[in-house]
C-alpha cells in the first residue's frame, strides 16, 4: 500500500496577514520572532489584497534533493519530509534554484539555506494560526472523511471491470445522501442492476427506470409533488449520454428551461456501450464504434462531438459542471455546489465517464485515461455559477500534453492517421478557447435570463 | 557476459535521476550503474569543500551502498568504458570486459582540458574535476604557502575561496576582462572580484599567459604584459569538455558534446545521453549546445530515465537556459538566463539596482514583456522561481511595474497564481 503524507494546507479567503504564523516558525526554528528566519513566507498583492503562500511542499518528487550536491537533503520515505542535513550543507544554494516554489530560501542570518521540517510533526504555523487558515492534513484525512459517509450502492453489481459508473455512482450517492430519488434511463446503470435484480435494488435510495425520453419531466413531476406536500427531497439523474444528448435531450432542455429543482449527471461514455458500442452525438471526432466503423472509405466517427455540458450553460441553469473521477476531490466540490443549486433550479454535471469494454483499454488504466484526457485539455475541467455568469477552470492546465498523449491510451483510436490526430489538436484547442472567452477574462458572458 | 536491462554510464546527478526516474516504472528490470571512479558516487560540484576541509571526503557520498542495493543496482567502479558498439548493443570496458545492455545512458560528464600554453604539460600542475584531484589538493593545501589558478570560472574561483580558507596565499590569472563571464555580467563580476580582493585573493583579469615553468617544486607563470607570478601550486581551471572518448567509431552522431534531441536519444537506438555531456536544444534560439551545470544534469537525467523506462507522464525537455547559484565568503549570487548577452538583440528593456558599497546588485532583462535573464548579487529572490518564470515565458505585461518594485512578492504571487 502506498504511504500518505501530510501536508500543511492554506485557505488564503481566511488569511488575514497577521503574520502570527510567520513569528511562531522564527521563533521555534531560532528563538527570535525575527521574520528572517521563518520558513513560512506571506505574501500580499497590493493591488487585490489576496495572501499568497510560499512554503515548502514537502514534494513527492522534489527537485531540490537531487540538485543537492553535498547529499545533505533527502525524502524520508517514513514522515514525508524533505529534510536538510546542515552539518553536510556547504551553503552551494542550488536548491533555491532548482525549487520552482520558494519552498527553500537562504536565511541572510545565518547564512544557510532553511526551509520547512514540519516541526518534528506538529507544525507550530498551524497552531499560531487563529483564523484557521492554515490546516495540518494527509491525502488519506480526505479520502477517509468521504469513506466515512454512507455507502448507498450495494456490492456484486454486474458492471465490466473497470467500470467508471460503479465509482460514480457509489461516490454520489455517499455525499447527496439518503433523501434522494434517483432515476437512471436505459443505458449501462439499469444494466449492471442498478434498478434491480430478483426483486431488490442496488441502491439503497428509492431508484426508478424512466424511459430515454422522460428522466427530467419525471423527477421534475416527483420534485413538484414534494414540494407541495413541504418534503425536501433531492431529485438526481443518472444518464448517459444517448438519454441526455440525444433521446432524452428535449425533456431534459425543458426541464432546464422552466427551472426545475434536480441533479442531472450525464455519464458520458461518448456512445451507446451496454447495446453494442453505437455512435452518439458526444462520441468524439475520429472514434471507432459499431455504428463508425473502420476500413478502407471510413475512418471512425467523422463528426465532432456536441457540446452539450456548453449547452447546458445556455439553459439558465443553475450550475453546470464538468467533471472526471480521476479528480475526486473537483467532483467533490462540484456535487457540494449542485446539492445548494438544486434547491434553486437545475444543476447539470457532465462526468466524463471512460469504459474500458467499449473503447478498448485495459481495465487498469481507467484512472490513467481520465488524467491524460484531462492533462491534454481533450476534457477540460470547469464549472459555471448562475450568480457568477462566467465560466471557472476548476482543474487549469498550463502545459497541456499534445492530445496524441490520450489517444494512445485508447484503442478506439488506434486507426488515426496524423491528419485526424491534427484535426482532433485543432478542435480541442479552439474548444479551450471558446471556454476562455466565458471566463471572468473573456469577453462574453452567457445570457441570463433578465426575470 | 553481463547483460542489463538498462546500463547507466556514470554516477553523477544526470545517472541517478535516470535511476531514480526508472525505478519509479520499473522495479524488476536490471540496472548497472557504471563508473570509472574507485568510489560511491559524488558530484564534482562538492569538491571545492573538500579542499578547504569545510567537508569530509567520507561524507560527500550522494548514494550508500545500501540505498544502490535497495534500488536494486548493480554497481560497478573503477571501471572505465572503452568502446560502444551499438549494432550489438554491448560496451567494452578497460578491463576488456563487455557489457550487453538494452537500453543505455551516457552521462560520462566533463573533464578538465589543459590551455595550450607551453609549459602547462611539463609543470605538475593540477585540474580540479575528480575526488582524487581534491584530496591531493587537500594535503597539499596543508604544505603550500602560495598557489596560482588559471581561470576565473566556478571551479577556479571556489577553488580560489576554499583554497584561501586552507591558509593558501593565491592569484587568479583570467584571459577575459571579467570573472565569472559565463554567468554574471560587468557589474556583478565586479562585486564578486571586489570581495575576493578584499579576502586577499589577487585577481589579474584579462591577463594572458605566455608560458609556465617549474622548478624545485615552484611554479612561475610568466604573463603577456611582462609581469609573472609564483607559486608552490598550479591550478588550472580553464575549461572542461564532454568526456566522450569512448565514441570513436561508433557512430553516434558528435558535436561538442553527445547530440540529443528533446527527449534525450542520442543518434542511435536505445542510446541515451545527459548531462555536461549532452548537446542538447537551447531555450533561446534553440541551438543544440552543451549546457553544462547541475540543474540541467537533473533535468535531462529525470528525462532519459522516463524516456527509457516508457513513462507515460514524460515531458520533453524544454531547452537548456543557463543558470546557476554561487555563495561566496558568505555572500550570494545566482543568474538565469543570459545577463550578459541578452542586451544586445532589439525589444530589449533592463531593469538594474547596483549599490557596490553594500555589495548588492539586481538585474532583469524583459523582452516583449518577458524576463529573458536575471541574475542577483545579494539580493532576496527566489532563484527557482525566478527560473520558472524565464521557462514558462510568463507573460508579464499586466504587472510589470509590480514585479520590478517587488520581485520576491510578485513572483512569490505569480508562482502561486500560475504553477503553485
Not at chain 1, 101 to 130: E, L, R, S
Not at chain 1, 364 to 383: D, F, Y
Request: hydrophobic share 40%.
Amino acid at each position: 500500500m502506498g504511504k500518505s503524507y501530510p501536508t500543511i494546507a492554506f485557505y488564503p479567503d481566511r488569511c488575514d496577514g497577521c503574520n502570527q504564523c510567520v513569528e511562531a516558525c522564527a521563533e521555534f526554528h531560532s528563538g527570535t520572532r525575527n521574520p528572517a528566519h521563518s520558513r513560512i513566507k506571506v505574501s500580499q498583492d497590493g493591488e487585490e489584497g489576496a495572501f499568497f503562500l510560499a512554503l515548502c511542499r514537502q514534494c513527492g518528487e522534489p527537485r531540490c534533493v537531487p540538485s543537492c550536491p553535498a547529499g545533505a537533503l533527502k525524502k524520508d520515505i517514513d514522515t514525508g519530509v524533505v529534510s536538510l542535513d546542515e552539518s553536510k550543507c556547504v551553503s552551494c544554494q542550488l536548491c533555491t534554484l532548482a525549487c520552482p516554489y520558494g519552498g527553500i530560501t537562504y536565511n541572510p542570518i545565518t547564512h544557510q539555506v532553511m526551509k520547512c521540517d514540519f516541526c518534528d510533526g506538529d507544525p507550530v504555523c498551524v497552531k499560531a494560526c487563529p483564523r484557521g487558515a492554515l490546516e495540518l492534513k494527509t491525502g488519506s484525512d480526505i479520502y477517509n472523511g468521504w469513506g466515512d459517509l454512507e455507502d448507498l450502492f450495494v456490492p456484486g453489481i454486474s458492471a465490466c471491470q473497470g467500470c467508471n459508473s460503479e465509482l460514480l455512482i457509489r461516490h454520489t450517492l455517499r455525499r447527496i445522501g439518503p433523501n434522494t430519488v434517483v432515476a437512471t434511463p436505459p443505458g449501462c446503470i439499469p444494466g449492471v442492476g442498478a434498478v434491480g435484480f430478483n426483486g431488490v435494488t442496488a441502491t439503497k435510495t428509492p431508484i426508478f427506470h424512466p424511459l430515454l425520453t422522460n428522466t427530467a419531466a419525471m423527477l421534475a413531476g416527483i420534485r413538484r409533488y414534494y414540494n407541495r406536500i413541504g418534503r425536501d427531497v433531492t431529485m438526481l439523474a443518472f444518464a448517459g449520454d444517448g438519454g441526455t444528448a440525444d433521446v432524452g435531450f428535449q425533456s431534459l432542455s425543458g426541464a432546464a428551461e422552466r427551472g426545475e429543482q434536480m441533479i442531472y449527471i450525464c455519464v458520458d461514455n461518448e456512445g451507446y456501450m451496454n447495446t453494442g458500442v453505437q455512435r452518439s452525438s458526444t462520441t468524439p471526432y475520429g472514434a471507432w464504434t459499431s455504428t463508425t466503423p473502420v476500413g478502407t472509405v471510413l475512418r471512425g466517427k467523422s463528426r465532432d462531438a456536441k457540446p452539450m455540458a456548453l449547452l447546458m450553460v445556455m439553459h439558465n441553469c443553475e450550475y453546470v459542471a464538468t467533471a472526471c473521477m480521476t479528480f475526486m476531490e473537483d467532483y467533490y466540490a462540484k456535487l457540494e455546489k449542485a446539492v445548494e443549486a438544486a434547491k434553486r433550479g437545475m444543476a447539470y454535471i457532465h462526468v466524463f465517464s471512460p469504459c474500458p469494454t467499449g473503447w478498448r483499454f485495459p481495465p487498469s488504466k481507467l484512472i490513467e485515461v481520465g488524467r491524460k484526457a484531462v492533462e491534454t485539455n481533450m476534457v477540460p475541467l470547469w464549472e459555471y455559477e448562475a450568480e457568477a455568469r462566467c465560466i471557472d477552470f476548476t482543474h487549469p492546465v498550463e502545459d497541456p500534453l499534445p492530445v496524441k498523449a490520450y489517444l494512445s491510451l485508447i484503442g478506439k483510436y488506434n486507426h488515426l492517421d496524423e491528419e485526424q490526430v491534427a484535426h482532433i489538436q485543432r478542435k480541442t484547442d479552439e474548444r479551450i478557447e471558446t471556454l476562455k472567452k466565458f471566463t471572468r477574462e473573456g469577453d462574453v458572458k452567457p445570457i441570463q435570463d433578465a426575470a | 557476459m553481463s547483460h542489463s536491462n538498462y546500463l547507466i554510464i556514470g554516477s553523477s546527478h544526470a545517472a541517478l535521476s535516470a535511476l531514480e526516474a526508472i525505478r519509479i516504472q520499473d522495479t524488476e528490470g536490471s540496472i548497472t550503474l557504471v563508473t570509472q571512479e574507485d568510489t560511491l558516487p559524488y558530484s564534482p560540484t562538492i569538491l571545492p569543500y573538500v579542499i578547504s576541509g569545510q567537508i569530509d571526503p567520507e561524507q560527500i557520498f550522494l548514494r550508500d551502498a545500501e540505498a544502490l542495493d535497495r534500488h536494486r543496482v548493480t554497481f560497478k567502479k573503477g571501471a572505465r568504458v572503452v568502446a560502444v558498439d551499438p549494432a550489438n548493443h554491448s560496451v567494452s570496458m578497460d578491463s576488456g570486459e563487455t557489457l550487453k545492455y538494452e537500453k543505455m545512458l551516457l552521462a560520462t560528464g566533463a573533464e578538465p582540458t589543459l590551455p595550450p600554453i607551453p609549459g602547462v604539460k611539463d609543470a605538475s600542475c593540477h585540474v580540479l574535476r575528480t575526488l582524487g584531484d581534491a584530496v591531493r589538493l587537500q594535503s597539499i593545501a596543508q604544505k603550500a604557502k602560495s598557489a596560482i589558478i588559471l581561470g576565473a570560472g566556478l571551479i577556479g574561483m571556489h577553488a580560489a575561496e576554499n583554497l584561501a580558507k586552507a591558509g593558501v596565499q593565491i592569484a587568479i590569472v583570467e584571459a577575459l576582462p571579467r570573472v565569472l563571464p559565463g554567468y554574471f555580467d560587468e557589474q556583478a563580476a565586479g562585486l564578486v572580484q571586489q570581495v575576493f580582493t578584499e579576502h586577499g585573493i589577487k585577481i589579474l583579469t584579462g591577463s594572458t599567459v605566455t608560458h609556465v615553468t617549474a622548478s624545485n617544486g615552484t611554479c612561475t607563470v610568466s604573463l603577456e604584459s611582462g609581469g609573472e607570478l609564483s607559486g608552490d601550486l598550479l591550478l588550472v581551471a580553464t575549461g572542461v569538455r564532454a568526456r566522450m572518448d569512448y565514441l570513436a567509431g561508433s557512430g553516434i552522431d558528435i558535436g561538442e558534446g553527445i547530440v540529443v534531441d528533446d527527449t534525450m536519444r542520442t543518434s542511435s537506438r536505445d542510446i541515451w545521453a545527459a548531462g555536461d555531456v549532452a548537446e542538447a536544444r537551447s531555450f533561446f534560439g534553440g541551438k543544440k549546445r552543451v549546457n553544462a551545470n547541475l540543474p540541467n544534469a537533473v533535468e535531462q537525467g529525470r528525462i532519459a530515465g522516463m524516456d527509457m523506462v516508457g513513462d507515460s507522464a514524460l515531458k520533453p525537455f524544454t531547452g537548456g537556459i543557463a543558470r546557476n547559484a554561487y555563495h561566496f565568503f558568505g555572500h550570494r549570487a545566482f543568474s538565469v538566463g543570459l545577463v550578459g548577452r541578452a542586451e544586445s538583440a532589439g525589444g530589449i528593456e533592463v531593469d538594474q539596482v547596483f549599490l557596490p558599497s553594500s555589495v548588492q546588485y539586481q538585474k532583469m532583462v524583459f523582452e516583449d514583456d518577458r524576463l529573458v535573464a536575471v541574475s542577483g548579487v545579494n539580493t532576496m529572490l527566489d532563484p527557482g522561481i525566478m527560473y520558472e518564470l524565464v521557462r514558462q515565458r510568463v507573460d508579464l505585461s499586466e504587472v510589470k511595474a509590480r514585479f520590478a518594485a517587488g520581485p520576491l512578492q510578485m513572483g512569490r504571487i505569480l508562482m502561486s497564481k500560475i504553477w503553485g
